[in-house]
């Protein structure tokens, strides 16, 4: 499971946790959807189930470097490293488009999302209708949590907990966003200005809450990937499916409310056509720019994939 790797492959693995970090910022968007494209999502939730009771024994019976080595530290670390550096920073980047060329990033995930979905079912061997209804089952999951409409709530410090308990399961499975758990809990503003304003003690305890959330949902996906591949792959695939409703470019908000920065945040919203969208927003569609961007992520999966079978045959 534990791949080998040189300098440039672990680059190229920092690269990969900064698209996921980016990617986890958005609500709609799966960072664990970005770790299957790029081919490293197995190594990295059985890497995760690792860090349990048998690598603290091996820590105090054999040391420190006998444990890294355990728990494939090199690739948590440098992975984890690319997260939080984009977190930090690229993470603005991606809002800041989020607020200002909405459709044209909506668009390029729709893509990446859409190749995605067929990049996970591709894995499965054998098709039957247990498969196929599990794919569907998770298509309808997806699509009915993207439907929920936020609520709004008074952050206290222990709601930093349980949401990062909650949101970092969704951030680990590809087609559930974790940022969108946040908003549908009300924890996404007050999650992402401690981030903004370094707010150290509400960041730890969100830090714990996702500590101990990953550590318990990555035995359960190792589990289901070692004794059940190809209804995981289907479920999976089901969920990323379902996920592109809410990645759909162009929105009506129906229902909205205001942020205590005065900020309008929109609470339930329906998918239209481009056409539709310039006539009830009277704002351009961006219609041809979309559509590039939208093949741009489907190439970009694509090409991911030639890259990882290229690597595997090396």
Request: proline share 4%; with cysteine; charged share 15%.
């Amino acid at each position: 499971m534990q791949a080998k790797r040189n300098g440039r492959d672990y680059l190229v693995l920092a690269g990969k946790g900064l698209i996921m970090g980016a990617a986890d910022g958005m609500p709609g968007v799966s960072g664990g959807t970005i770790a299957f494209i790029t081919g490293i999502y197995q190594e990295l939730i059985h890497s995760i189930k690792l860090c349990g009771p048998e690598a603290l024994r091996i820590l105090f019976k054999q040391g420190l470097l006998d444990a890294f080595k355990y728990i494939n530290g090199s690739f948590l670390v440098t992975l984890f490293a690319g997260i939080i550096v984009s977190v930090i920073s690229l993470s603005r980047v991606v809002v800041y488009l989020l607020d200002t060329y909405p459709e044209l990033l909506w668009s390029f995930f729709f893509g990446l999302i859409l190749a995605g979905t067929w990049s996970v079912i591709r894995h499965v061997d054998k098709w039957n209708w247990t498969l196929f209804v599990t794919f569907l089952a998770g298509s309808a999951v997806a699509y009915s949590l993207t439907m929920i409409t936020p609520v709004a709530i008074e952050p206290r410090p222990l709601y930093f907990f349980l949401s990062g308990m909650l949101a970092i399961c969704a951030m680990i499975l590809p087609g559930i966003s974790g940022a969108f758990i946040l908003l549908l809990l009300g924890m996404y503003g007050p999650v992402m200005l401690a981030i903004k304003e370094f707010q150290f003690s509400l960041l730890a305890l969100f830090a714990c809450g996702c500590a101990i959330g990953l550590l318990s949902f990555s035995h359960f996906l190792d589990w289901m990937f070692s004794k059940h591949k190809n209804l995981t792959f289907a479920l999976l695939g089901g969920f990323m499916f379902g996920s592109l409703n809410k990645v759909w470019p162009w929105k009506q908000t129906i229902e909205s409310t205001i942020d205590r920065h005065g900020k309008e945040i929109s609470l339930l919203e329906r998918n239209i056509s481009p056409q539709a969208f310039e006539s009830l927003t009277g704002q351009p569609s961006y219609l041809l720019f979309a559509l590039g961007l939208m093949l741009l992520g489907i190439a970009l999966v694509i090409f991911m994939e030639l890259m990882n079978k290229s690597s595997d045959k090396s």
